[in-house]
């Protein structure tokens, strides 16, 4: 499905800033910035992500921060009553 039928479906762009505990300095905390279309406020997109970070990446989770933009909604589409083309 493309990104503009996904938008037109409630899709928004979602970006997640998510700190981790490096694996080998447990102490020390990263930052990695995840964006994608996604569905407010269950979010399922970014929680696949979040399940596939627990499951196959050695960095603990720490926290999760989101925010989220909508890029088109359906009324900022304007219907075209008529079309002229000259010539």
Not at 23 to 52: E, G, I
Not at 63 to 80: L, N, W, Y
Request: aromatic share 10%; proline share 7%; net charge neutral.
């Amino acid at each position: 499905m493309s990104a503009l039928d996904l938008q037109m479906k409630g899709y928004r762009l979602t970006t997640a800033e998510i700190m981790y505990h490096m694996p080998d300095h447990p102490k020390l905390l990263q930052q990695f910035v995840w964006q994608d279309l996604d569905l407010a406020p269950r979010y399922p997109v970014l929680h696949k992500f979040l399940k596939f970070w627990s499951r196959n990446l050695d960095g603990r989770l720490h926290s999760v921060r989101v925010a989220v933009c909508g890029i088109i909604t359906p009324v900022e589409i304007p219907h075209i009553d008529a079309e002229l083309t000259l010539h």
